[in-house]
């Protein structure tokens, strides 16, 4: 679900219910209550409501209840007379006022206090309006459409939400599912974001085996995680086709971290494992030209042998000089192979053989061509 362009994205079960159901319900004028975890995208569900309804033409207006302190979000909802308390220097309309005609969105409805809770449900029930400080009353057309990630029907039980406000405002209840229990939507939402996020025209993508690791990982901050994480990786590896073993830990939220290195000492990188150079980044150098690669790459462990020894015991050099980098990257090289085939392959023993970091050391198996 896209939240920047209001886009309702996903082709899973759920998301074809909930587009059906937005779709039978969006003509109505009765109220609709929102549900899901945060950052699932309850305000792009009100914005595509609006937008299918009749009042489409008309304001949507929308107050978080959450991000205004109780003492002034009733000035903000009803709007104030010039005095009515310190510092209401003008008369202001309220949120209620400014949507009239239109749809009126309440966020995190759950955190709006008893006091105006009681208020409210007067303004549903009667349609019409007093701001504060006195007045003719002045009719509304609203409709309302409230979200919350809180169970408001557990608050009604505990006494810290009204009952006949919840039954007001949950005539049509609607349920965004969380993004885990929807992971077939995953990679459609990845590439949509890849290119919603391009840096200069270029969009990052993904290895296979990386959407894999994707897909498994829980999102606890849903649809707006993942925009965010993308947007990061868009700026960081411009244009590149991201390998998640290659990506540092700390450009990642813990849990895909330690997924990605769980998931992926069991997962062939097969040609993936090469098609992303992130060493500009990583290691704030170029990467090898070609030569150096095909010429590190040609090693034996005679050849090592060779050079360590010649390394132990040389009290000069030649007369024609030496190749000191290509021998330096012969050897670690040698050693990373040697490493490998000790540990079957296992990039994390292997690591742990050269007292290196497993990061550093794919680094160093791209640099060598060893996949």
Known sequence: MSQEKGQLIGTSAAMRELKAMLAACAPSNASVMICGETGVGKEVVCRQLHALSDRADQPLVPLNCAA???ALLESELFGHRKGAFTGALN????R???ANGGTLFLDEIGDMPLDLQVKLLRVLEERCIEPLGGGDSRPVDIRV???THQNLQAMVERGEFREDLYYRLNVIPLTIPPLRERGEDIGTLCRHFTELHAVN????????RSYKVLEHYSWPGNVREMSNLIMRFSVLFAGNRIDLAQVPHSAMPPELARLTTDMLAHLDPGSDADELN???WLEKEP???AAEQDSAADWTPKRAEELVALAQGMRELPSQGIETKQILQELESSFIKVALTQSNGNVSK???LLNLQRTTLIQKIEKYNLN
Request: proline content about 7%; hydrophobic content about 55%.
């Open 287 to 289: 990467a090898p030209v």
């Open 91 to 94: 008369d202001r309309i309220g």
């Open 145 to 147: 459409i409230a979200a």
């Open 350 to 352: 292997a690591a742990g």
């Open 68 to 70: 205004i302190p109780g």
């Open 201 to 208: 025209g270029k969009s990052i993508s993904f290895t296979a």
């Open 96 to 98: 209620i006022e400014m």
């Open 278 to 280: 992130l060493l500009k």
